[in-house]
């Protein structure tokens, strides 16, 4: 059975920094799509940071700011998150398997996927 687990949200101020965690089992970590998405209420989930084949996606309202990380031997990936803005606020998924790439969008369609984690930023 494949679970992630995300850890290291919270409440931070504009400016600020925050690093999301995933542990994942069951699954380890391959050429096929990984990644982080975030959804905020009242929009759609979206694409923040995802991984495949060694190319790496960002979503054009984080990149600079965000960095992906994954290690292999802890089966764990990363979202190191600097420069926070208010409307960074969502609830950031990390997810993993299967799933399709486009070099404008990222991952998607991906297999499984975590709780999720709040993040907040305020002014």
């Known amino acids: 059975q494949v679970r992630l687990e995300e850890s290291g949200g919270g409440s931070v101020q504009a400016g600020g920094s925050l690093r999301l965690s995933c542990v994942v089992s069951?699954?380890?970590?391959?050429?096929?799509?990984i990644g982080w998405f975030r959804q905020a209420s009242g929009k759609k989930r979206e694409g923040v940071a995802n991984v495949f084949a060694g190319e790496t996606y960002y979503a054009a309202s984080v990149k600079g700011r965000f960095t992906f990380s994954q290690d292999n031997g802890e089966n764990t990936m990363y979202l190191q998150m600097d420069n926070l803005k208010p409307e960074d606020t969502a609830t950031y998924y990390c997810a993993v398997g299967g799933g399709s790439w486009t070099d404008d969008g990222g991952c998607y369609n991906l297999q499984h996927w975590g709780q999720g984690t709040q993040v907040n930023v305020f002014i």
């Open positions: 069951g699954y380890w970590f391959d050429r096929n799509c």
